[in-house]
């Protein structure tokens, strides 16, 4: 299994410019997360899904939009980016019920907005 | 909603000395209680977990505590060693949301 999958690994935008950050879980997982980490504030939430159809907001959504309609893809789209959203993101994937409620994290997008 | 507070922010020790860092949440339904470690440069990683019925777990040099009148918890690493420095996060969670939040994070410098 490949596990959870991000890219692009490293991506410089300018101000008002759009994108997709892509993510994929090959772990049949429903519960899909987004966050975002700055230094000193830890990981923040930014939106999550419970399964496919199925988003909901975190911590700190606005700027963002999700959509799921796999179980596998979760992409998180920045609308107009902002150098406020300089950031690293992650997105994690974790089972639903069952014997384990770790999430597992894809390795990171390094975003650069300027 | 739920609110994780991690204390210290930065911690420094030496090499086989013991290592404490504590968390407090706000939920008293949270029922999750993961630690996850983050080398420099690479993705968060779960180092152990507990739920809301134990209060206490082990896993080799590694321990997790729960106090849940007092909705803290905290994490115990014994005999540290050069490769434990990291950034250390705490977090809490229903697990029926399927959604984490998390520590601030602890900078644990082990000195050889």
């Known amino acids: 299994n490949a596990g959870v999958t991000q890219t692009p690994k490293f991506q410089v935008l300018k101000t008002g410019q759009s994108m997709t950050l892509q993510c994929a879980q090959d772990?049949?997982?429903?519960?899909m997360s987004w966050y975002r980490q700055d230094p000193g504030m830890g990981l923040r939430l930014i939106h999550y899904s419970v399964g496919a159809g199925i988003t909901d907001q975190g911590e700190v959504p606005n700027g963002y939009n999700v959509s799921r309609s796999t179980t596998e893809d979760f992409p998180l789209r920045l609308l107009s980016a902002a150098p406020s959203q300089t950031s690293v993101y992650f997105c994690?994937?974790?089972?639903?019920?069952?014997?384990?409620?770790?999430?597992?994290f894809g390795p990171g997008t390094r975003l650069t907005v300027t | 909603g739920e609110n994780v507070e991690q204390h210290p922010s930065t911690l420094s020790v030496q090499e086989g000395d013991s290592a404490v860092i504590k968390c407090t949440y706000s939920?008293?339904?949270?029922?999750?209680f993961p630690w996850y470690k983050q080398e420099l440069g690479k993705r968060p990683q779960l180092i152990i977990d507990?739920?809301?019925?134990?209060g206490e777990k082990k896993d080799q040099r590694i321990a997790v505590t729960l106090n849940k009148t007092a909705k803290h918890f905290s994490l115990h690493i014994t005999e540290t060693q050069p490769e434990d420095s990291a950034v250390y996060f705490c977090a809490a969670a229903r697990t029926s949301y399927g959604k984490l939040t998390f520590g601030q994070g602890t900078i644990l410098t082990v000195h050889p």
């Open positions: 994690a994937s974790s089972e639903r019920g069952g014997l384990s409620y770790e999430q597992y």
């Open positions: 507990i739920r809301s019925n134990v």
């Open positions: 939920d008293s339904a949270s029922n999750y």
């Open positions: 772990m049949n997982h429903e519960y």
